[in-house]
């Protein structure tokens, strides 16, 4: 039984049944299930001279999907699977991310979209997104060397957002750039599994998190993340010297947010989310802490900077809906680095109605069209489900009324609607992560000018899911889609 790699088994319990279990012990005379009083009273089955190594399965990170004593060969284990080159990348953020193929076009497909060639070589070259970040007042405002280095770790960390960041008027831009990395730091902290000695060691820096990291211009974090997250916490006190030189009312709702989001992350830190989340309303839950606050934060942002009415600051439920909706297409396309990473979100409510097993991992590698059709079952309820956020999503955006603050929050949200279009039906998240292309990512810019262009791409992948939709009735999202439509 053991020896079939169809069942979705650990391999952690394989390498244990085979050699010790059931395989016969060191010396082939039974294994400790076998003998349980000489379990429990020696230690003749446990093994204190060889180290041992976990490979996940070649479909999930391109191993071989074995484990065994790390040091029963020369060689370290090479990994098998085909790839992107992005794997094993160690510029890469912790966890799974960058150990995970992913699924993208040929660059020939690519090129074929003539409309989308256009529009990059436009966003490139002839109208791109213009930064603010050199602008007088800004650099009459703050340390010049402590920002560059802001503006180079915001990059690094995330290129997608600091295009939208640099081109915000500069009364906002060093704001949201801030909150973004304070935000980001936060999350680097709780996303490292491997840093703390326990959780409630973790739990009790993320608590402290506003008082620490906000008040002491002297503190930082050194080994804690991988690479870019590491550095960022590292040379902390240089976004500290940019966070003191913000306005009052900014630091304070910074500081507020971070407070509220590192209690919500403490919530989560003892939960056992290898299996997801445990129901619709604490995926919710969850989404709120991390992406939710985020939107509040930034309306409370927009509005103390004047460019935006005051009254945006209290659009409480449309700002949470605005992140959720961002939150909940991360999850839904990260399904399979966020199992492999031993920390998935998924409802178990949702996914427990398809998977045959009773098990996450039942989706990453079906073997029949039945275990397919039901892996495909599931996403789909997950998309539908993420669409419910649309229509308030566009009535928030519908309240902006500085241009480049309705792009900032507009670009993303047509980002999201696009990557769940692509996601729909595709039997491709469960064996990597799918993106749209990159010319359709500058097409959906170019075309995120005002409330009009994001109707019109809200109507283009709206039409396009509801298309797929044969079943959207029983569902009960045909009223919402329609709205859109």
Not at 185 to 201: K, Q, V
Request: overall charge negative; hydrophobic content about 40%; proline content about 3%.
């Amino acid at each position: 039984m053991f020896a079939d790699k169809d069942l979705l088994i650990s391999p952690w319990f394989r390498l244990i049944a085979n050699r010790w279990m059931i395989g016969g012990g060191e010396n082939g005379k039974g294994g400790w299930w076998d003998d349980l009083d000489r379990t429990m009273n020696t230690d003749d089955f446990c093994d204190y001279e060889n180290i041992h190594r976990f490979d996940p399965p070649t479909e999930h990170l391109g191993g071989g999907g074995d484990a065994g004593p790390w040091l029963d060969t020369k060689e370290a284990p090479s990994a098998n699977g085909t790839v992107e080159d992005t794997v094993g990348d160690a510029s890469k953020k912790q966890g799974a991310y960058g150990k995970i193929k992913t699924h993208k076009e040929s660059k020939l497909s690519q090129l074929m979209h003539i409309d989308e060639v256009c529009s990059a070589i436009s966003l490139l070259y002839i109208n791109p997104l213009k930064s603010n970040l050199e602008s007088d007042n800004i650099k009459k405002s703050f340390d010049t060397d402590d920002l560059a280095f802001c503006d180079d770790i915001l990059c690094k960390v995330s290129r997608s957002f600091a295009a939208v960041i640099r081109q915000l008027p500069s009364e906002l831009l060093v704001d949201v750039l801030i909150f973004y990395l304070v935000l980001r730091a936060l999350d680097t902290i709780e996303d490292d599994m491997t840093f703390f000695a326990s959780n409630d060691e973790k739990v009790k820096v993320l608590l402290a998190f506003h008082k620490t990291a906000l008040v002491d211009p002297e503190w930082k974090m050194m080994g804690c993340g991988e690479e870019d997250e590491r550095r960022l916490l590292e040379e902390f006190p240089k976004c500290h010297s940019v966070f003191a030189a913000l306005r009052g009312d900014s630091r304070r709702v910074i500081s507020d947010i971070t407070l509220r989001m590192a209690t919500g992350m403490a919530e989560f830190v003892g939960k056992d989310l290898g299996q997801g989340t445990v129901d619709v309303q604490q995926y919710n839950r969850y989404c709120h802490f991390v992406a939710g606050l985020v939107g509040e934060g930034l309306s409370r942002l927009f509005s103390a900077s004047g460019l935006e009415k005051p009254a945006l600051a209290t659009e409480l439920y449309l700002s949470d809906q605005m992140g959720l909706f961002l939150q909940k297409t991360n999850i839904i396309r990260d399904y399979l680095e966020d199992y492999v990473d031993g920390r998935a979100f998924w409802p178990q409510t949702v996914w427990k109605k398809y998977s045959a097993s009773g098990d996450l991992g039942y989706f990453a590698n079906p073997a029949t069209v039945e275990h397919e059709t039901a892996a495909l079952n599931c996403i789909d309820e997950l998309v539908t489900d993420a669409l419910e956020l649309v229509p308030d999503c566009l009535s928030y955006l519908s309240k902006l009324r500085c241009a480049e603050v309705f792009r900032f929050c507009a670009i993303p949200q047509v980002m999201a609607i696009a990557t769940l279009d692509k996601c729909y039906h595709n039997k491709d998240v469960f064996s990597g992560v799918v993106k749209i292309r990159k010319g359709m990512s500058c097409a959906l810019i170019n075309g995120t000018t005002d409330i009009n262009g994001v109707h019109s791409i809200f109507h283009r992948f709206a039409s396009s899911i509801f298309a797929r939709l044969n079943c959207l009735v029983r569902r009960g999202l045909k009223i919402h889609l329609m709205s859109v439509l």
